[in-house]
C-alpha cells in the first residue's frame, strides 16, 4: 500500500456517521480497535490506507466533531476519551441549505450565497482548499435526506439543460446536486451515500462522463435492505413464493428526526421499493415500509421485517427477522470504503457511474441497464472489479 | 422434456416427506397445485417431467400412503381427497430395522433377514421389480435418522473392507449403508436425504465411482441451516464478526421423536456444526444448536435464532430470526429436485460423487476437497452444472 | 341455568366476527367443539347458556351466512360444513348506511329512509319482530369502524339535545348512533364491540339510565392492548419505567381494509392510545401504534410490540411480543360472553353503564369516574360482579 | 422513615448481583441515579431507607468489590467511577463452601473448618460482628445455585433431626443451609434469593418460627418467570388454552456457568416448572425450559418464550416473548426489597415464613398452603401487607 494521504470531504460531517467515520479512523490508527466492519480491510491493490485518511467538510452545525459527537453518543466512554483531541480539531464548514429540500433540521451554520452559482463556487473553493492538504479527495454525501427531487425533470435531462436551470436559478436543483456538479468540476470523485436524487440524473453522469469523474450512489445498504437483498435472492432460489413483505423500522437519531418529515421519508422509502421486484421477478403487492422516529434508541436502530412465504403444496409459512443495529455503525466503514473504492477507480482512470459498488446502495446508480438487487451478485461485481 | 417414466424408491416412504412427495406429484398431475418450492421447476435440459414420476420404497409400518398421509396431517382436506386415490394405491415395502441405530421408531413392517447379505438381496430384488415398472430409478432415503456411525472406522475405508465385514456381518454397518450399497449394486442413483452417514463412507464412494453410479448427500438443507447459509457469508462480506449464533428448534413430528433419542440427536447436530466454520474462516465459539420436540407443531417447525455480531468500532449488534416453517413442505420438493438430477447425472454418465448438489444438502457430500457451505456459492455450483 | 331463549341481533352480522360466533354456538351445540376462548363458561349465575342463544342482525351486505363464512375462510373445512345448514337459514336485515362516516365498503343491503327517525323506527321494528321469537335479547355491535365522532359535540350533550338533532337530521350522528338509540327505546341492551363513539355519549348514557336499559362498550379488547393492559401493569408494579412502546399491526381482513381509511383508523388508534397513561401513570412520549392492511394474512392477525424500559441504574432493557392471534377467534367468544352479561344484568334490574365489563373493552365505558384500564383490575371488578 | 442503620450481609457479595446491590445505593445516596427498578420506592411505612443500608458479606472470591464489579462489568463508566471508592472499602468474608453441592465455580476466599459446627459458629461470629456496626441487618442469600437437595429427607423433617445431622457432618447438609441455621440462630432474617433450597425445609421453618425469625425465599422472579406469571393468569382469564410453553435463556455471566453444570441446572430448572401448573389448573406436558450459557452477552440476558394457545372453535395461535434483560439489574433491587421486607417484619414481630413475598420468587416458601403463582394476585398479597 503506498502511502498517500486521501482527504474525504464528508457533506453533513458533523452527523452520527460523519463522525463515526472521523473516530474510527482516529482509533483505527491508535490501534485500538480492529477492522470488524470494514469489509475490503485485507484487500491491498492500491487502496489508500485507512491511517492515511484525514477528513474535512460541511454541516449546518458549527459545532466541533468532539461536541457533535458527544451529542450523538456512539463512542464508548474510552473511545471518545481517545479520539477526543483528533475530533476536536475538526470543525465543519458552512453548508449549502435550501428548506424547499429540508424542512425539519435546523442549524446556523449556514453558507450566504444568492445564486446556485454563487453556492457552486464557494464549495468548490472549499474542495480546492481541501485539496491542498492531501494527496487525493473524494466527497462523500451524509447529509440529511432530500424531499424526493424529480429525476425525470426536463432540467435535469442534459448538461446543457442543467447549467441552464443553475444560471436560471431553478427551484427544482437542489443542494446535494450543487455538492455533486462542484465536485465533478474540479475532478473530485463523488458518492452520494443519501437517498437524495443529487448526482443520479442524466446531467450530471454525462459531467461526470465528459470530466471522467468516477460518482457512485445512492442510499448506502446497512440495515433492513442489506438483510432484505440477502434473503431475497435464496427465497427465490429455493422458489419460495413472496406473498407479502412488512418491514418497519424504528430509529432514534437526527436521520430519524428528518425522516419524520413526510417529504423527507418518501425519498427514502421509494428506494426501498423495488429491490423486492428486481431481484424476485414479480410485484409484491404487500410489500410494506414503515420508518418511525422513535427517540429511545437514539442511534440504535431496530428493523422488524415479517415475510410471508408460500411453498410446496401452496402452504404458507413465515420469517421474520428482528434486526437490533447501530445505524452509524454500519454507515460509517461503508462511506470510508465507497471513498476508497472511489479514490481507487480514479486513479485506474475510470470515470462516470461505478456500477460495480452496487453491493453498498440500496438504489445503486448505473450505467443504463437493469439494476442488479442481489446482494451475492453484487458482490461478485465487486469482486471481479477488485480481482481486475 | 422426453416422456419416460422415472421411480422414485424412497426408504422411509410413509414418513411425512415422503407422503408429501407422493401426493404434491399427484396434486401437479391434476394440476390443483403449482410449482411453489420446486427449485427447478422451468428448467428444462433433460430432466424428467414431474408429471412422469412414479413412487415405491419401503417404511417399517405398513400402513397404506393414504392412511400414512392423514396421520401426518400435511395436507388440507381439499389436497387430501383429491390425492387420496393415488396414495391409497401404494403399500411400503418392509424395511430393514436394526435396533442397534435407531432405537425410538417402531413398527411392524419389518424386513425378515440373519445376514447383511441377505438383507442387500432383498432390497436388490425390490429395487429390480420397481424397475421393471418405469424408465428409470432413484433411491432417496428419508428414514429416520440412524445413530451417528463412525465414518473413519477401519471396516469402512475400502470396498474391500465394507464387503468383508458385510459378510462378517459387522454391528457397524448400518441399515442405510445397506440400502446404498444394494441401490449401487443395481446401478441405481442413491441421495441420502437424512443426517445417517450411509454413503458418505470412502468404500460407498469407492463403489459408486467403481459403477459409475451418482450418489449425493446428505441431510437435506431445509429450514435453519438454509437461512444460516444464506445469512453468515453476507455477515462474512460485511466483515462483522460473529460471537455467538444461538440456534434453537421445536418441531412435534416423527422426525421430532426421534431426534429425543440423544444417539440420533448427536447425528443430526453434528452435521449442523461446521457450518460456520466452514463460511467463516473463523470458529465461533458460542455455536450453539438445540432442537427440541415439542408436539403443538405437528409437522409445523419453528426455529429461533440468536447471531451476535460485531461491527465497525467493536460494537455489538443482535441479529433474530424466527422461521415458521413446515419440515415436509420444505424438504419434499427438494427431495425430489436431488432425485431429479441423480437421474440427469446418470443419463448424463456422470457417476460417483455429485458435489454439485450440495446446495440441497447441511452437510454435502465431496469429492475430497473442502465443503463449500456458503448458499450462494453452492448455487453457482449448481446453475455452472445445469447450464453445462 | 334455566332454559330460556337469548337473541342477539348482530349489527355487521355477515362480518367475520359475526358468522364465527353463530358458527361457535351451532358447533358448541352440536358438541363438537370446547370452550375454549370462551371466559365464562363454567360460571353458572344465571346466564343464558350458549346453547339457548339465537343470533339474527343487519348487514351491508345480504349474502346468507353461509356465504359469508366461506368468503371470511376462518373455519375449518370441517367446520364449516357442520355449521352450514344453520349459517345458511340466516340472511341479514338491510342496514343503515352513512357514507360521511364509513367511506371505503360497499354493499347494497341498505335500508331506505329518508330521515334519522325513519331509520330509527324501522331498527325498532326489526327489533320488536326478532324479539318475539326469542325470551330475551341483547343488540350487539360489530360493524365496520366509523369516522371518530365528536362526543363532545353540543348535540350529543343531553338526551333532549340529541333528539332535537334526530329530528333535524343532524348530519353529526351516525348510524351506529341510531342503533343505540332504537335498542335503547325497545329495552333491549346494547354492547358497542367497535371503537365507533356509539352510546358513548351523555346523550345516551342519560337515555339508557333513564329507561334502565344496561349498555356497555366499547372496542373489544383482543388482541395487542389486551397484552399491553397484562404487560403494564406488571412493569409498574416492578418499578421499570417504560421509556418507549412501539406497536405495530398487520391484518388482512375487511376489518383491515375499513382501517386503511384514515378517518376509520384514527378512530382505532385513539382508543388505543390513552391506555398506558392511565395504567402507568406517566405520559409514555414514544407511545406509537401502527396498524397496516396487509392480506397475505387474511383474518389472521399479527402484533408486534417492542418495549423498552429502564431499570435499576437506569439500565436500558427490551421487551419484544409477537402475537399470531386470529381476529374473530379472539372476537367472537368476548362478543358472546359480553352480550350474556347485558342479559344478567338486564335480568337484575341493574340498567345504565355497565362498568364491570372494562375487561372485554379497549375504552370502557365508565359511570364517570376514572378509566381502570389494568387487565387485572377489570378482571377483579367483574369477578366481584359475578360473585354478587 | 426513622434513621437506623440496616445492615445487609450478603453471602455472595462479590457476584454481579451482590455488587449491583452495593454500587445501586451508593449511586442513590449520591443523588446520580434515581429509584427505577425499586419497587417499593416511595412506599413509607417504616421501611429503612435506601441511603441507610450498608454492606457486607462472604464471597468465595476475595476481591474487593471494586475489583468484582470491573470484571461483572454491569456499570457504565461514569458510575463505576463514582461508585469505586465505596465498593473498594468492602472485601468479602471467607465463604463456607462444599464441592459436592458446588462444582463449577472456584476461588480461594474459603472458610476453614472441619465440621458443620465449626462452620456455623464462625458464620455466626461473623454475623454477630457485622450486626455490631448497624441498629438492624439481614442476611440475603445471593451465592450460586447448589445441586438440588432432597428436602424431603428425614434429616430435614425436624429441628430435631436437623440438628442431629449437623453433629453427624451429614453430606446431606448445603452450605447454604448452615448460613440459614446461623442468621436464623443469631435473630437475624433470612432471604433466599437462589434456587438452593436452604432454608425451606420443615427443620430451618420450625427454627424459624421458634425463634420468630423472618425468613423467605425461593429462587428470585427476575425474567422470564416473571413475564410467565404475568401472562399466564391473563390467558387462564380468556379461557385460552395453553397447548405449549417453550423457554429458553441465553446468558453469559457467572451464574450461566454455574447452571452449565447439570446439578445446579437442574435445581433452577425444577423451580421452573411448577409455575404453570399451579397458575392455569392444569397441566401443560409441552412445557420446556432450556437454560444455556452464552457468552456474548455477558450479564446480559435474554429469554425467548414461545406460547402455544388454543382459543374459540379449537383454532390455534402463538404469542412469542422476546426479553432483552439484565440480570443483576432486574436482581439486585429485587434482593434491596427483600431485605427491607425482611427487616420490616422482624421490628413487626412477625417471624417465620413470610409468604407475603411470594411477587419476588420463582418458587414461593409458603406457611404450608397452595402456593400463589400468579403475579397479580401475588402482588395483592404484598400490597394488603403493607397496607396493614
Redesign the interface.
Known sequence: MDKRRLGIAVIGLGGAVGT?MV??IE?LRQGV???????L?GTDIGFAAYEDIVFGGWDLFEANLAKAAENHD??????FVAAESALASITPWPAAANKSFLANIEGGNVLAFDTHREAIEQIRSDITEFKNGCDDAVVINLASTERLADAESMAFSSLEAFESAIEANSPEISPSMLYAYAAIAEGVPYGNFTPSVSADIPALIEFAEKRNVPVAGKDGKTGQT??KT??A??LR?????V??W?S?N?LGNRDGLALSNEDSLRSKIKTKHSVLRDILGYEV??H?V?I?Y????GDNK?A?D?I?V?????????????????DS??A??LAIEIARCLDLAARRGEGGVQEQLS?FFKSPMTKGGKVEQA??LQ?TMLEKWLGG
Not at 33 to 39: H, K, R
Not at 310 to 326: E, H, S
Open positions: 463515526t473516530a474510527g482509533l480497535i480492529g477492522t470488524e466492519g470494514l469489509p480491510a456512539v463512542l464508548t466512554h474510552r473511545q442489506f438483510i440477502v434473503l435472492p435464496a432460489s429455493r422458489a419460495l413464493k406473498e407479502g412488512y418497519t424504528i403487492e404487500d410494506i414503515d418511525r422513535y427517540r429511545p434508541r431496530e422488524w415479517n410471508d408460500v411453498g410446496f403444496l401452496g402452504m404458507p409459512m413465515q420469517i421474520k427477522v428482528n434486526f437490533l443495529c447501530r455503525i454500519l460509517a466503514p453491493v446482494f451475492h458482490e
